[in-house]
């Protein structure tokens, strides 16, 4: 027989599981949104403006830590190219009834001097590009092209979401690693090795994949609203991959397959261009 101490607590522990169960799917639930454009459903666990706050400090420190250009003209072309594009996503967002949503946010738009080839966007609207990246722009239209991109990043809350994912991957890696909690250590190494793979290769380079290819989506259509032509996009991208060397496969990839990306880009050019003509009459 069992005490009643014993079966109090197993009873419990039972009760507890069932109970975040319940909370994990409620949450799931409430979590879900739309990304703007593409209408996919998403898990945003996180509050926006928890990830503001936490943009704010880092994109402080990463200022802090660098050389920030202002008073060149290719900092001030960064500048010019985010204020345009920042009128573009609003004038896109009120007419699709999402006016309000970027109300909260601190736009900012910095030149780093670096030799690397990057460009990034944290939640709340911090923009950074790199010295390193301006070369293969070539051109303000080519500076436009990474600048919808990165900014489609924060619209779409990307960030929320891969944050989102991570932590739905650990709670899976947690109820893996108990459900093998009986098995031999040598074959519970080899199952959370084959556990970490799989979900690397199942969830976490797909959606990085997609996040990119959705970015590409709607930076086009940011681009072309403030007023840059959206044939530019697909060359850039080509550009990019030339000096990037030779490519992983594209299921091990982040991105997506260059020749894929290009393609992909010059086939949504007529939705981009009915927004290019639309707002710059």
């Known amino acids: 027989m069992q005490s009643p101490n ?157 944050m989102s994912q991570g932590m739905m991957q650990q709670f899976g890696a947690l109820a893996f690693i108990k459900l093998i909690e009986d098995k031999p250590e040598q074959t519970k190494s080899m199952l959370q090795m084959a556990y970490g793979m799989g979900s690397n290769l199942a969830v976490s380079l797909p959606f990085s994949r997609l996040h990119e290819s959705e970015a590409d989506e709607m930076g086009l259509i940011f681009m072309a609203i403030a007023g840059y032509d959206p044939s530019e996009a697909a060359p850039f991208w080509n550009r990019m991959a030339q000096g990037g060397g030779q490519s992983p496969p594209e299921f091990l990839s982040t991105h997506p397959n260059p020749d894929n990306r290009a393609k992909k880009l010059k086939e949504m050019q007529p939705k981009a261009m009915e927004y290019y003509n639309k707002y710059n009459k």
């Open 6 to 162: 014993i079966h109090s607590c197993k009873t419990l522990m039972n009760s507890t599981s069932i109970l975040s169960s319940t909370l994990l799917l409620s949450f799931l639930v409430i979590s879900c949104s739309s990304v703007p454009l593409t209408n996919r459903k998403q898990l945003a666990f996180l509050p926006e403006s928890q990830l503001m706050s936490m943009s704010e400090t880092s994109y402080a420190q990463v200022k802090s830590e660098n050389k920030v250009l202002t008073d060149t003209e290719d900092a001030k072309m960064i500048t010019r190219v985010g204020q345009k594009m920042k009128v573009a996503v609003e004038a896109y967002l009120k007419e699709i009834g999402q006016e309000g949503m970027t109300s909260q946010y601190n736009w900012e738009f910095s030149l780093i001097d670096s030799d690397q080839v990057n460009a990034w966007a944290m939640p709340g609207g911090k923009v950074a590009f790199y010295t390193g990246i301006l070369p293969i722009c070539e051109t303000e239209a080519g500076v436009a092209v990474v600048m919808g991109h990165e900014i489609a990043h924060v619209i779409a809350k990307h960030g929320n979401e891969r």
